[in-house]
């Protein structure tokens, strides 16, 4: 399984930065977990493959760019694109984004082909298939109705905690899979901040390392993503100190494979 975080921004050489504003993992050129930074850092054959996003929940940085991705291919699209999200967060997504003022209800579009975005509703704890992969999706402890996903090919199994505080039924889940290559972490605020980080529903590098202490099993890979901008020396610094064999920051950009 090939896993990559799309970049939020570019140097004058075109390279990725490092800093993350945005959230969007592509795996196997094909799926998009969120969509933050989906229509913006997407290659053109990427582009012409990415046919399934799976949305966590509608915060901006992991829907921003969403509607961008359907209107850059609205009129050359032969099937719709689908929308993946538990019910509750498609109900948000056609009220507060594709509700006909901030942008079209794309759900109810068609282009000469027809329509051109629908949306798949998943439930909880029930793995659900999104093109070649089965994906489970966990609720988590965010301050706006989140999950995390568990995503498997039949041979690679990695998961993604999505934006959540500290949480048990993520970590419940993840102790009764039979394999997990690789878990893709939070860490968005340093641990001076550990308050601001508990009430917006964040994790900071002290905090997930009480979170990882939950599971039973040590994880051959841990990623951490998320990391505020504006704090990303501090929180790398912090991690590093955890002293967490196999954690290590994830590179936007990259291409990661298990
Ligand atoms: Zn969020
Ligand atoms: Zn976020």
């Excluded at 799976?54 to 992991?62: E, L, R």
């Excluded at 509703?121 to 568990?150: M, Q, W, Y």
């Excluded at 968005?188 to 964040?202: I, K, N, Q, Y």
């Amino acid at each position: 399984m090939k896993i990559q975080l799309l970049p939020s921004t570019f140097d004058a050489q075109g390279r990725a930065r490092s800093e993350q504003r945005l959230t969007c993992y592509v795996v196997d050129d094909r799926v998009a977990l969120d969509a933050g930074s989906l229509a913006l850092a997407l290659s053109d054959a990427q582009r012409e493959t990415v046919r399934d996003v799976v949305v966590t929940h509608p915060h901006a940085d992991h829907v921003a760019t969403l509607p961008i991705f359907i209107d850059d291919l609205f009129s050359r699209l032969t099937a719709p694109v689908r929308v993946h999200a538990t019910a509750e967060v498609v109900r948000l997504l056609r009220r507060d984004v594709f509700n006909g003022t901030v942008y079209p209800r794309f759900d109810e579009l068609h282009n000469g082909h027809g329509r051109v975005m629908e949306f798949a509703p998943f439930e909880p704890h029930r793995a659900f298939p999104v093109a070649h992969l089965s994906v489970t999706a966990v609720p988590v402890n965010h301050i706006v109705p989140t999950v995390g996903l568990v995503v498997a090919d039949g041979a690679a199994s990695v998961a993604f905690t999505s934006d959540t505080a500290a949480t048990d039924d993520f970590w419940r889940a993840l102790d009764t899979l039979p394999r997990l290559d690789a878990l893709f972490v939070e860490s968005s605020f340093p641990d001076a901040l550990g308050e601001l980080a508990r009430v917006s529903g964040h994790l900071t590098p002290a905090a997930l390392a009480r979170e990882l202490a939950k599971l039973s099993r040590t994880l051959p890979d841990v990623l951490a993503v998320h990391i505020k901008p504006s704090f990303r020396e501090t929180v790398v610094a912090e991690l590093a100190a955890l002293g967490i064999e196999n954690l290590r920051v994830m590179e936007p950009g990259r291409v990661y494979e298990w």
